[in-house]
């Protein structure tokens, strides 16, 4: 079983920056296939980035390109989004989400085994 636990959400003005971090207790496999998606109130949830271990290319929301960035820390365990040049349109809770990637395709459209309880963005214009 794996746990994971988001950090680094918060409040913001439009134009700023956070960087959310998602630990992972332990990995028993080596390749994952790692994500970040967000759920605002009233709107259903959607992928942010999602990479797979040593991806050279992750995949972003159109909305987030160019202003996120995702990567992973392996010896931490960490997965971490860096998000700059926030929109009031990114206030949403975020979550992280992990699988062991042994098969399937490593996409927006997996269906993600572990999941962190999420961390809370607002931005304010």
């Known amino acids: 079983q794996v746990q994971l636990v988001e950090s680094g959400g918060g409040s913001v003005q439009a134009g700023g920056g956070l960087r959310l971090s998602c630990a992972a207790s332990?990995?028993?496999?080596?390749?994952?296939?790692m994500g970040w998606f967000r759920q605002a109130p009233g709107k259903e949830r959607e992928a942010v980035a999602i990479?797979?271990?040593?991806?050279?290319?992750?995949y972003y929301h159109n909305s987030v390109k160019g202003r996120f960035t995702i990567s992973q820390d392996n010896a931490k365990n960490t997965l971490y989004l860096q998000m700059n040049s926030l929109k009031p349109e990114d206030t949403a809770m975020y979550y992280c989400?992990?699988?062991?990637?042994?098969?399937?395709?490593?996409?927006?459209?997996?269906?993600?085994?572990?999941w962190g309880q999420g961390t809370q963005v607002t931005v304010s214009s």
């Open positions: 332990k990995y028993t496999y080596s390749r994952l296939c």
């Open positions: 990479m797979r271990t040593g991806g050279a290319f992750p």
């Open positions: 989400a992990v699988d062991y990637f042994v098969g399937g395709t490593c996409n927006e459209r997996r269906d993600f085994a572990y």
